[in-house]
């Protein structure tokens, strides 16, 4: 979507506890910054071109396992809902 602008209004309206997102170009990912503040746990993967990406309100759990996979295509996240990890 050319505007993020609509995407991020709604995000801040509804206010979810994790978003991703998949295909983030720059200039998306450069949008989706703007949220740093307000989700401070990520997962960034590869944006240069078009990456994924995992913003979470909520920890992150560190489980081992490799958070960016196919060229950082898909991101992967266990996050922490109250002490139990969701992935």
């Known amino acids: 979507h ?3 602008d609509r995407v991020l209004k709604m995000i801040r309206h509804v206010q979810p506890d994790v978003l991703t997102f998949d295909e ?3 200039m998306w990912a450069k949008a989706l910054a703007t949220l740093n503040g307000e989700y401070p746990f990520q997962v960034i993967c590869d944006t240069r071109r078009y990456g994924s990406i995992i913003l979470s309100r909520r920890p992150l759990v560190e ?3 490799e958070r960016c ?3 950082g295509s898909l991101a992967v996240a266990a996050v922490d809902f109250d002490g139990l990890p969701v992935e």
Do not use: A
Request: glycine content about 8%; hydrophobic content about 15%.
């Open 2 to 4: 050319p505007e993020p």
């Open 24 to 26: 983030v170009s720059p």
């Open 69 to 71: 996979f196919d060229r």
């Open 63 to 65: 489980t081992g396992k």
